[in-house]
C-alpha cells in the first residue's frame, strides 16, 4: 500500500502564491508518474498537472500552465506545486495521486486533499 499526504494548502488573496506538497510513504515507491487534481464545489474532479518520476517531464491544464510549477524530490518521495499568481477560480480541494504503471492510465493511490481558497 501507498499512502499521500498532501499539506500547504490555506487562505491566500488573489495574486499571492502558495506551495503544496505530498509525501509519499509505504512500499518502495516507484511510480510511474505522480499529478495533482482539484475539485471545487459542484464541480467535477479536473486534472492540474503531472510529472513522470524518473524523467521529471511534466504536463499541465491549460488554465494552470504558466502559472503552476509541478516538481518532485525523488529520494524524498515528495510531489510538489508551486502555484503563483493565483485566481478566485483556483479555489478548490487539491488532491495528489500516484500513477503505478506507464501501462494502465489510471492513478492508483490518491491522497486526502487539502484545502486552498483564494479571496479577490
Known amino acids: 500500500q501507498v499512502q499521500l499526504v498532501e499539506s500547504g494548502g490555506g487562505l491566500v488573496q488573489a495574486g499571492g502564491s502558495l506551495r503544496l506538497s505530498c509525501v509519499a510513504s509505504?512500499?518502495?515507491?516507484?511510480?510511474?508518474?505522480m499529478g495533482w487534481f482539484r475539485q471545487a464545489p459542484g464541480k467535477d474532479r479536473e486534472f492540474v498537472a503531472t510529472i513522470t518520476w524518473s524523467g521529471g517531464v511534466a504536463v499541465y491544464a491549460n488554465s494552470v500552465r504558466g502559472r503552476f510549477t509541478i516538481s518532485r524530490d525523488n529520494a524524498k518521495n515528495t510531489l510538489n506545486l508551486q502555484m503563483n499568481s493565483l485566481k478566485p477560480e483556483d479555489t478548490a480541494v487539491y488532491y495528489c495521486?500516484?500513477?503505478?504503471?506507464?501501462?494502465?492510465?489510471?492513478?492508483?493511490?490518491w491522497g486526502q486533499g487539502t484545502q486552498v481558497t483564494v479571496s479577490s
Open positions: 495521486a500516484a500513477r503505478l504503471n506507464i501501462a494502465t492510465p489510471r492513478f492508483d493511490y
Open positions: 509505504g512500499r518502495t515507491f516507484s511510480p510511474y508518474a
